[in-house]
Structures are given as C-alpha cells and as structure tokens.
Nanobody, 121 residues
C-alpha cells in the first residue's frame, strides 16, 4: 500500500501564492507519473498539472504560466507552486501517483485525501 498526504493548503487573497506538497510513503518501489487534481464545490475533479519520470509536465490551460509542478524523488515528494491565484482556483486539491509497489512490482494509482485551497478577499 501507498499513502499520499497533502499539505500546504489554506486561504489566500487573489494574487497571492501557495505551495502544496504531497509526500508518498509505504511499499513504494518506484513512483511513475504524479499529478494534482482540483475539485470545486459542485464540480467534477479536473486535472491541474501532471509530471512524468523524466520531468515532462502537462498543465490545464487555466493554470499555465501561474502554477509549477515539480517532484523530488529522493524524498518521494510532489509539489505545486501556485502563483497569482484567482478565486476560480478555489477547491480541494488532490495528489495522485502511479506507483510500482513491492514486492510484486504491480502498478496502481493512488490518491491523497485532499487539501483545501480558498482564494477570496
């Protein structure tokens, strides 16, 4: 089993910044792709950003140029730097990771429990 724990959420004014972190723990053999999803109240969960093992990245159009995803595999940690935040960025941010686990090397997708981000005046 693999556990993902997000931190760094909170409330910020429009134009402000926050950094989310996600630490993976458990029977990890290798982390493959990782990403952040966002779910606003009454809406579906949508991809915000993703990063592969060679640091190739993918962003939702709404966050391009404002958010930066990165990973630190030595610490099994995923980050999301969020700048110039807007009220429409409000939502619960979920960390996700595809991971090979020991001892079977099977590949599964795991999710964290989410971190609330609120952007308001």
């Amino acid at each position: 089993q693999v556990q993902l724990v997000e931190s760094g959420g909170g409330e910020v004014q429009p134009g402000g910044s926050l950094t989310l972190s996600c630490v993976a723990s458990g029977n990890i053999s290798r982390l493959v792709s990782m990403g952040w999803f966002r779910q606003a109240p009454g809406s579906q969960r949508d991809l915000v950003a993703a990063i592969g093992t060679n640091d190739n990245t993918n962003y939702a159009d709404s966050v391009k140029g404002r958010f930066t995803i990165s990973r630190e595999d030595a610490k099994n940690t995923l980050y999301l730097q969020m700048d110039r935040l807007k009220p429409e960025d409000t939502g619960v941010y979920y960390c996700t990771a595809d991971a090979h686990t020991s001892p079977t090397w099977k590949l599964y997708t795991y999710w964290g429990r989410g971190a609330q981000v609120t952007v308001s005046t």
